[in-house]
């Protein structure tokens, strides 16, 4: 239903009097009647929906008042050449031609021609000392994150994806080690488990989310041993290429852990990487061990140690660090240029809106290898108890005697492995005071309940010396 100005005030009375939940809607001098909520917006996202098209990857053209919400929508917008002045105001692209020949000319110009419509739109990771905001562009170089192990590059990695995921852009990340499982969390991201034989089915599921849903997608690989996560990791990646030709999505792939997906001498995975992709993240401790040709995709380079840019990579000499070594909760951000050399800047990393509890699933019910396991043997070699995790580690030490629990405790055996095997400095710190204590069955339960509150509900301490459960 529709009418011209000036008679919007009488439609406006009628809808009052009949107590209708219509709304009218400008079209330059036509006056337009629709139920509540329903727009050219709501029209597009329907129709997004359905061809499981992401909205930044849709072009917008239009000419009047209803079009300024349906173009904040789309991911690029065009105001042909008739367009109402505040129209024109917001968009990335006035043409010259107005109405249908201005789409036209666009087509022409742009789409034909090969030019990339898209806003130059960033997401902001940090900030500098002086409060400028570190931003990384949607659509820029691909980046390398990398520092040591528990220098917070995964922190800094699990910002970026929560941001692209709350400003609607479509994310893709592989997770060998479970790192990333509190963005469920977050709305708008599906974290799922690949267990072993699952990947052709995941890899349907995935398909399926970021073709039809727009969501993006974890897919954690932690339970999986390495050569199985590089198979799935194979399967993931050639289902996502085929949907970045097809949709445009996801816009960002996210690879943690990439020296164990694409190691120095090949792997099923890199025959799958598609090198001539745009927004590619790498994430890794050891980017000395990643394939040289994976390496060299990325342009950008943020780092949360010192050593992994000036010793393991040799992107940049000390002298070239501002402020020297970095502390905790920072990082640096290098910008890899031909001359006159990489750009440096450092700055402290935005907080994460969700929690990230490092390798959980790895060390909680994973399986370390052999190496990394902790003995129970007791003062005389009598017993020879494996704990491949600390789910594992946390049942024995429920059940073994006090004389093989004391002898671990005082030699500083069980601090000694949550710092080196488990890698987690502030849970050993925890139980290396627990250490000094006189009374076996009370560091028992401490350290057994200073387990359980990290890595709840996988370890629940029990026993108190008289078996009674506390």
Not at 28 to 43: D, F, I, Y
Not at 254 to 275: K, N, Q, T, W
Not at 432 to 457: C, F, H, K, M, S
Request: charge should be negative; include cysteine; proline fraction near 6%.
């Amino acid at each position: 239903m529709s009418t011209v100005v000036p008679h919007e005030s009488a439609v406006l009375r009628a809808i009052h009097d009949l107590g209708l939940e219509l709304q009218i809607i400008f079209n330059r001098e036509s006056v337009m009647v629709l139920p509540a909520a329903v727009s050219k917006q709501s029209g597009l996202e329907e129709v997004l929906r359905r061809l499981g098209v992401p909205a930044h990857n849709a072009i917008g053209f239009g000419d009047a008042e209803n079009d300024h919400a349906f173009l904040r929508l789309a991911g690029f917008a065009v105001a042909v050449g008739n367009a109402v002045p505040s129209l024109a105001a917001e968009a990335d692209v006035v043409t010259r031609a107005a109405n249908g020949a201005g789409v036209r000319e666009f087509v022409e110009q742009w789409l034909l021609a090969g030019r990339e419509p898209f806003r130059p739109r960033t997401i902001a990771v940090g900030a500098a000392a002086d409060g400028t905001p570190v931003a990384l562009p949607v659509r820029g170089p691909n980046l390398l994150v990398t520092g040591a192990s528990g220098s917070g590059k995964s922190t800094l990695a699990g910002v970026f994806v929560e941001r692209l995921v709350r400003e609607k852009y479509v994310v893709c990340l592989l997770d060998p080690e479970g790192d990333y499982r509190p963005l469920a969390e977050q709305e708008g991201i599906v974290v799922l488990a690949s267990e072993p034989g699952t990947e052709a089915t995941r890899a349907e599921e995935i398909g399926h989310l970021l073709r039809h849903r727009c969501t993006s997608v974890a897919i954690d690989l932690s339970s999986l041993d390495r050569s199985e996560r590089v198979r799935a990791a194979a399967r993931f990646l050639h289902a996502v290429q085929r949907l970045r030709a097809e949709t445009g999505a996801p816009h960002w792939v996210l690879i943690d852990e990439a020296h164990h997906l694409f190691p120095r001498g090949g792997s099923v995975a890199e025959s799958m990487f598609d090198f001539e992709w745009q927004g590619v993240c790498l994430v890794t401790s050891d980017p000395d061990e990643v394939a040289p040709a994976v390496l060299g995709v990325a342009e950008r380079v943020l780092a949360t140690s010192v050593p992994a840019v000036t010793e393991r990579l040799r992107l940049v000499s000390r002298d070239a660090i501002p402020g020297g070594d970095l502390q905790a909760g920072e990082a640096l951000d290098i910008v890899l240029t031909d001359r006159p050399g990489p750009r440096v800047r450092r700055f402290r990393v935005a907080e994460r809106e969700t929690s990230h509890r490092r390798h959980v699933r790895k060390y909680a019910t994973g399986r370390l290898p052999p190496e990394s396991s902790f003995r129970f043997r007791g003062p005389d070699d009598r017993v020879n108890l494996v704990a491949h995790n600390l789910e594992t580690f946390s049942m024995l030490a429920e059940g073994v005697d006090d004389a093989t629990w004391l002898h671990h405790l005082e030699r500083g055996d069980v601090s000694r492995w949550l710092r080196e095997a488990i890698k987690d400095d502030e849970l050993a710190d925890e139980v290396q005071a627990l250490e000094r204590g006189g009374d076996p069955a009370a560091a028992r339960r401490a350290v057994l309940q200073a387990i359980a509150r990290r890595y709840t509900p996988l370890a629940r301490p029990q026993r108190d010396g008289g078996g009674d459960e506390r």
